[in-house]
C-alpha cells in the first residue's frame, strides 16, 4: 500500500501548495491513502469547514489537527459532521470529534489514521501512549487494518521517538507534527514501523515556522507587544513523508521524506519515482 502524510498546512501558500500538488502526486505516485495535518490551515490558527472539504476535494483521505483544533470556534459544530477530520485522541472525554477513523481505499483495504497529542512542553492532557494503545487495540493491523498511520503531534522530539519505539511492529506509520521543521530521520525501526520525528510543514519557508517574519523577529529582541503575526505569503513548499507498506504485514517497507517546493532541498520517493 501506498501512503503519504502531509505536514502541518500554514496557511494560504500551504493551502494552494497542495491543491496544486496533490492530485497530480496521487495520480503519479498511484496512492492508496493520503492524510493532511490542517491545525495551522486558516490564517495560521485552526481549520474552518471549507477549507477542510477543499482538503478531501483536492485528494486527502483525512485530516489531523493538534493544539491549535479549536481556533477556529466552527470546528467544535463540524467536526461532529465530518468523521474525517481528527481531534487528538488523548483529549479529555467529552470533546467534539473522534481521535481515530477507520478508512476504506479505492480498491476495497481498510486504513486505520490516529492522532495523538504528546504532553512534553504542551498542554496537560490525558495520557498519549495509553489513548493510542487503546485506539490500536481496538482496530488491530492484519486483524481489522490493512494499515495503520499515527500522527504525533508534539513538540519534544523524545516524546515522539518514545511513541515511536512503543508502536514499533503494530502500526505501519508514525510520524510527528507540529514543529514545522522537516527533519532528516525518516527510517524503517526494527519491528518494521516507518518513522519521521516531523514531516516539516506545508508553507512558505522564507518565514518564521510560517510567519512572516519581522514581527516573530521583534517579539524575540523587544519582548514588548506589537501587531498580530501574519502568515507570509510566499511560494509554498510541499513536505512531508512517503511510505509503501508490505501487502501481508501491513508493515513498512519503504520510506522516505517529501518536499518540493522553492526553498528546500527536493526530496521525492524513487521507489514510486521510477
Excluded at 71 to 94: S, T, Y
Excluded at 117 to 123: E, K, L, P, Q, S
Amino acid at each position: 500500500m501506498r501512503l503519504l502524510f502531509l505536514g502541518d498546512v500554514v496557511g494560504k501558500p500551504g493551502r494552494q501548495v497542495v491543491s496544486s500538488r496533490l492530485p497530480l502526486l496521487r495520480e503519479r505516485w498511484k496512492l492508496d491513502c493520503v492524510v493532511i495535518n490542517g491545525e495551522n490551515a486558516a490564517g495560521g490558527f485552526g481549520i474552518t469547514e471549507a477549507i477542510c472539504e477543499e482538503f478531501l476535494a483536492a485528494g486527502a483521505d483525512a485530516v489531523t489537527l493538534g493544539n491549535h483544533s479549536w481556533d477556529q470556534r466552527e470546528a467544535l459544530v463540524f467536526i461532529a459532521r465530518q468523521p474525517r477530520l481528527l481531534r487528538p485522541a488523548n483529549f479529555p472525554p467529552g470533546t467534539p470529534g473522534r481521535g481515530a477513523t477507520l478508512l476504506d481505499t479505492a480498491d476495497g483495504r481498510r486504513v486505520l489514521v490516529v492522532n495523538v497529542m504528546g504532553r512534553v512542553f504542551m498542554d496537560a492532557l490525558d495520557d498519549p501512549f495509553a489513548a493510542v494503545d487503546r485506539e490500536v487495540g481496538l482496530c488491530p493491523l492484519r486483524e481489522m487494518a490493512d494499515a495503520i498511520l499515527v500522527d504525533v503531534h508534539a513538540e519534544a522530539t523524545s516524546e515522539k521517538e518514545a511513541i515511536g519505539h512503543h508502536l514499533d511492529g503494530r502500526v505501519s506509520v508514525v510520524v510527528g507534527t507540529h514543529t514545522h521543521v522537516p527533519t532528516a530521520d525518516g527510517r524503517v525501526l526494527p519491528g518494521g514501523t516507518a518513522y519521521l520525528s516531523d514531516a516539516g510543514m506545508c508553507g512558505d519557508y522564507d518565514s518564521v515556522l510560517g510567519l512572516a517574519k519581522d514581527e516573530p523577529i521583534r517579539r524575540f529582541i523587544q519582548k514588548t507587544p506589537g501587531s498580530r503575526a501574519e502568515v507570509a505569503t510566499g511560494e509554498g513548499t510541499l513536505c512531508g513523508f512517503a511510505v509503501e507498506t508490505d501487502d501481508r504485514s501491513g508493515l513498512a517497507i519503504h520510506a522516505a521524506a517529501v518536499r518540493i517546493g522553492p526553498h528546500l532541498e527536493e526530496s521525492r520517493p524513487r521507489f514510486w519515482e521510477a
